[in-house]
């Protein structure tokens, strides 16, 4: 499946198909997110630089790339990816080849009046790079006469460091002053991927240099991540979650969280009966209904952090192998199988391998396994284990310790504890316990646990039979699992 997270990463002429329909792989919440935070981006008070909190595989890029390109109608925006830039020792030099790409190419937006702002702009920003680092500036025509070499070249005084900071900050200012809202939005990306002390090295930059008026800094990151790079970096402290995250906010105005992606309404949104037409029942809890379906393609769809988009193929692919499959549908196993088969395509990492999973290990994440919670069950064990422990001196002593060892028997299919259990009722059945027993104050309490077995056991019959029915369990799960694997892998032998 072709990530395309970043669409600044699209050739040409794809980005600027995407960008006509920038939200088409993006859930409801989060594009009603992108409109709030752009009405808040209009309005805020600048500088300002806010943080937008998510975690590994929450759909950071995905939504910053989106956004810069939805702003960018309004206000002038530029994304970059920190991780990607993370080679330049100095970051500074990241922020002022984005400045100048971007006047580059917005040369019809920014009116020619404007111009000689945006020239003095790039001058002293060049100037406020540290340009020992080996790395020549590149050739940046502005109405095609002009590049940076040649700019750096026109300069005439010598001007201290921190006077060419100070001078710097005012002519971005004043080119910002110019721009379409008089505002400048930068995106930087990716700060929880790249070295630590690149990250923390370009939070500081925001913080020194990028308190102008007009621009206003946004930040997807992993806050957690970001808070162990800092204290990482400054020695501070690891004891105190509160201290760690009051230091973070130095950096920041404020913090928030990109909306978590509602799955199961997705899901609920998706999987219908209009489209999925066979093999499925509408409604029900039993293992191959559409709200059974529902329920766990969101569960792994959450559990693996897949995208709305990654969601919504897989749905896809649930509907053409519903759809086509010559039998009831397991669909615990075909969310399962789905969601591992993207999740393995992405980073390698599930915990099972997917044609071994289903039955044989705990692909549940903590929750029940039907066949392990099967076969982790022993007939009638505990009653003659009580009968034994307590009368073994007794004549019904030896039948009795038989009757347990058969009960304390492994069983590996379904097939097999039935058996188990028709075996032991038939072995009970024959066994009058009055006939062993001549005390009537030992028989009463072994008669009474005697009584509860048969009964014990058709009750244990009954709920395994509708533990299989509930979660489509079999003697032929594994290579149910296995076929449902293939299949899913080759659509087309289905």
Known sequence: MKDIANIFKLPPDELERKKANLWNDTAPEIVQFAKDLQEFIKKVDTPYVLGLDGGYGTGKTHFATRFCAQMHEEIMSLYFSAWEKDYYNNPMLSFVEMITWLVKNEQETIQAMNMPYAKQALISLWQSVDLSIPFTPPACPISGKLNIKKLLRKTDDPILPTDILQKAKYDLA??????????????????????????????????????????????????????????????????????????????????????????LKICQDKITAKDFTQNLVSEGDYYNSITVLQKWMAHYAKLVKLSYRET??????????????????????????????????????????????????????RQKNPRLEAFARH???????????????????????????????????????????????????????????????????????????????????????????????????????????EKLKNPQHI
């Not at 192998?321 to 549908?329: A, L, V």
Request: with cysteine; charged share 30%.
């Open 174 to 263: 004043e080119f910002i002053k110019r721009l379409p809202n008089h505002k400048l939005v930068l995106i930087v990306d990716d700060m929880d991927r790249c070295r630590p002390d690149i990250a923390v090295k370009t939070l500081e930059v925001i913080k020194h240099f990028f308190d102008i008026e007009g621009l206003i800094v946004i930040i997807p990151v992993g806050k957690e991540r970001l808070t162990k790079y800092i204290n990482a970096f400054y020695g501070l402290p690891t004891d105190s979650r509160e201290d760690k995250e009051e230091y973070l906010q130095k950096f920041l105005n404020e913090t928030i969280q990109i909306p978590e992606l509602n799955y």
């Open 312 to 365: 919504s193929e897989i749905i896809n692919q649930a509907k053409i192998f519903c759809n086509n499959y010559k039998e009831p549908i397991r669909c615990r196993l075909l969310a399962y199988t789905l969601c591992n088969k993207i999740y393995h395509e992405k980073v390698l990492r599930w915990r099972a391998a997917p044609e071994l999973a289903f039955g044989d290990n705990d692909i549940y994440q």
């Open 379 to 485: 007939p009638a064990r505990n009653a003659f284990a009580l009968i034994h422990s307590k009368y073994n001196g007794l004549l019904l002593g030896d039948i009795i310790k038989n009757l347990y060892t058969t009960a304390d028997r492994t069983t590996n299919t379904y097939s097999e504890l039935y058996d188990l259990i028709k075996t032991i009722k038939e072995e009970v059945s024959k066994i009058n316990v009055k006939s062993f027993i001549g005390v009537s104050t030992i028989l009463e309490p072994i008669q009474a646990i005697w009584d509860t077995i048969i009964p014990g056991l058709e009750k244990l019959e009954k709920e395994l039979h509708d533990l299989q029915n509930f979660e489509g369990s079999d003697d032929d799960d594994l290579e149910r699992a296995k076929d449902y694997n």
